[in-house]
């Protein structure tokens, strides 16, 4: 005689759920590139991956002595904006890496592409750097249509053709519904990589910079698209000392390594190179505004021209805004 044996509701319950699971993970690793979600932890993986990619181009060109510098022509202030081959090179291997994993993704990126890329020879990104993982508390999934990946694939390019490599980083920032959630912002000639995640996590080497905060009124601001910052800052923060740098991407780390206590910009400046630095600085509890005090949005149905000003800090924020009410006005 044979005996029947039903399954338990408990258990049909379980083998149920676990079909899901099954599935779903089934088709967000073999059909990520056609996914209308995205993983907030893979995406970040994958621009530091990026981001170090393209920061080797932009070392290769450097070695190289095949800058091939040009011009995009002058500022509103009259400064040379250049740009090299090493922006280029660093750009194609970023956005190409993107489009490879994430193909429906919003992407923004300084330059352009000079012609079609065969993506057949794109290497795929790194979608699990550990590194994340381990210092990361959570992961989101997000609708595509909600993010816009911001690319400054060489910052501080004056710098770069200057020698001055001190000053250059590659930069990727993760923007959702226009709000900096992630960043990444890579020293290629240092080979480090600072990476923050709003709310979840940060980068090792960023959480050792933590403790190194500026007590002084040092203010860091551009040395290549200056305006007549110095001189603005000197009259309205009374025995404060002026820092010229370059790349924006160098000056939002200045806050965290104690070099400077506040970064100012006067001029009009580019999204793609102060999104990063804005989502490292809300991941850490600083902020980054206009000199108004408004929030910048990053959506990539925005204009890419930041022309408010800016205010960097980790701390004191409103204070500094005080001080500089006005300015954009005169």
């Known amino acids: 005689?044979?005996?029947?044996?039903?399954?338990?509701?408990?258990?049909?319950?379980?083998?149920?759920?676990?079909?899901?699971?099954?599935?779903?993970?089934?088709?967000?690793?073999?059909?990520i590139s056609t996914s209308t979600t995205i993983s907030i932890r893979e995406l970040i993986s994958a621009s530091i991956d990026l981001a170090e990619r393209g920061g080797k181009e932009v070392v290769s060109v450097k070695k190289e002595h095949k800058e091939h510098q040009k011009s995009k022509g002058n500022t509103k202030e009259g400064a040379n904006d250049p740009v090299t081959d090493g922006d280029y090179r660093s750009h194609v291997k970023i956005i190409s890496g993107f489009k490879?994993?994430?193909?429906?993704?919003?992407?923004?990126?300084?330059?352009?592409?000079?012609?079609?890329?065969?993506?057949?020879?794109?290497?795929?990104?790194?979608?699990?750097?550990?590194?994340?993982?381990?210092h990361t508390n959570f992961d989101e999934i997000v609708p595509v249509?909600?993010?816009?990946?911001?690319?400054?694939?060489?910052?501080?390019?004056?710098?770069?053709?200057?020698?001055?490599?001190?000053?250059?980083?590659?930069?990727?920032?993760?923007?959702?519904?226009?709000?900096?959630?992630?960043?990444?912002?890579?020293?290629?000639?240092?080979?480090?990589?600072?990476w923050a995640y709003a709310g979840s996590g940060l980068s090792p080497i960023l959480i050792r910079q933590q403790s190194k905060e500026s007590t002084k009124k040092n203010i860091i601001v551009s040395r290549s698209h200056a305006g007549t910052v110095k001189e603005t800052v000197q009259s309205r923060?009374?025995?404060?000392?002026?820092?010229?740098?370059?790349?924006?991407?160098?000056?939002?780390?200045s806050l965290f390594e104690g070099v400077a206590n506040a970064y100012v910009h006067t001029t009009l400046i580019k999204k793609w190179d102060i999104c990063a630095g804005n989502a490292l600085l809300s991941a850490?509890?600083?902020?980054?505004?206009?000199?108004?005090?408004?929030?910048?949005?990053?959506?990539?149905?925005?204009?890419?021209?930041?022309?408010?000003?800016?205010?960097?800090?980790?701390?004191g924020h409103e204070e500094f805004l005080k001080a500089m009410e006005g300015v954009m006005n005169n």
């Open 145 to 194: 249509e909600e993010l816009t990946v911001w690319v400054d694939p060489l910052d501080a390019t004056q710098e770069y053709t200057e020698d001055l490599l001190q000053y250059v980083t590659v930069m990727v920032c993760i923007a959702r519904k226009g709000v900096p959630i992630a960043g990444v912002i890579h020293k290629p000639f240092e080979q480090k990589s600072y």
């Open 1 to 31: 005689m044979a005996v029947q044996i039903k399954p338990s509701p408990v258990g049909i319950a379980v083998i149920g759920v676990s079909f899901v699971i099954l599935v779903y993970y089934m088709f967000r690793t073999t059909d």
């Open 237 to 253: 923060i009374p025995n404060s000392d002026v820092i010229p740098a370059g790349g924006a991407g160098y000056k939002v780390l």
């Open 284 to 315: 850490m509890g600083g902020k980054m505004t206009t000199l108004s005090g408004s929030a910048i949005s990053y959506d990539y149905r925005d204009n890419p021209k930041n022309e408010g000003g800016l205010l960097a800090t980790l701390s």
């Open 100 to 134: 490879k994993a994430f193909p429906l993704i919003n992407l923004v990126s300084e330059e352009h592409n000079k012609e079609s890329l065969d993506m057949s020879k794109v290497q795929q990104p790194d979608l699990h750097i550990q590194e994340v993982y381990d």
